[in-house]
């Protein structure tokens, strides 16, 4: 006897909630209905539509605010996994206004890892860059980029709240040609979810990599962490043979 598949109960409010959006061409941070109205339409008791809101809200799909109500949320940025451009130019090159608060700017000893992934001799001085990028107002990422200091002196002078870390580089001839990277999940400690605005425990995007010249010299080592509601990452297939940058 053949089992009939039965959709659960919080997966048909989502489906409901999306097409609602989809059928009446909701614009990003049109207002959707009060929970009690949309309980009265679908027939669905609150908890079960209150499970699919955090759904969509994990997904990016709408947000809540608070003595406010549910809204639709605006399209996440889409970064390319082999686009070595900086992130601030991908921000701009989506009509986003990125804002940025360094963190931490200092030049110290490093863990020798560090040291090793940058060809640099033990006890070596490394340079840290440790910010909070915001787009359009919003906390989207922490991001933390070492390099050897004396490829670039006097960096530590730059204001990189106005700065690029990319244009910089450039500044002393520097320019970033491939890399590799690695892509995982995380969770908010303490600090990042008051930085970022998300619950401790949030899923978070780890990135972590090192970039190279074009002539395979090491640039910088660099890590980040990223609200999985608001960036997402997509991949190019492709049968060519591989290109310089890959992404692992």
Request: glycine share 4%.
């Amino acid at each position: 006897m053949e089992q009939q598949f039965r959709a659960r109960p919080r997966d048909q409010a989502t489906e409901q909630i999306e097409c609602y959006i989809l059928q009446n061409d909701l614009a990003p941070h049109s207002k959707l209905p009060s929970e009690r109205d949309m309980c009265s339409m679908w027939q669905m008791n609150r908890t079960t539509l209150r499970s699919a809101i955090r759904r969509l809200i994990v997904e990016g799909k709408v947000y809540h605010r608070k003595g406010a109500g549910t809204f639709v949320a605006p399209p996440k940025l889409e970064r390319t996994l082999q686009d070595v451009k900086s992130f601030t130019d991908q921000v701009l090159q989506n009509y986003r206004s990125m804002q940025t608060r360094p963190l931490d700017v200092r030049t110290a000893a490093a863990p020798r890892s560090m040291e090793r992934k940058l060809g640099l001799a033990e006890q070596s001085p490394v340079f840290q860059l440790r910010r909070l990028r915001c787009i359009n107002g919003q906390p989207v990422t922490i991001e933390a980029n070492y390099l050897d200091p004396a490829i670039c002196p006097g960096i530590e002078q730059y204001d990189f709240s106005n700065e690029s870390f990319y244009n910089v580089l450039a500044h002393y001839g520097i320019t970033v040609d491939h890399g590799h990277q690695t892509i995982g999940i995380t969770y908010a400690t303490e600090g990042e979810s008051e930085l970022l605005e998300v619950p401790v425990g949030a899923p978070l995007f780890y990135v972590s990599g090192i970039s190279f010249d074009s002539q395979n010299r090491p640039i910088e080592v660099f890590k980040s962490v990223t609200r999985a509601d608001k960036i997402r990452f997509s991949s190019i297939l492709t049968t060519q043979p591989k290109e310089k940058v890959e992404q692992l």
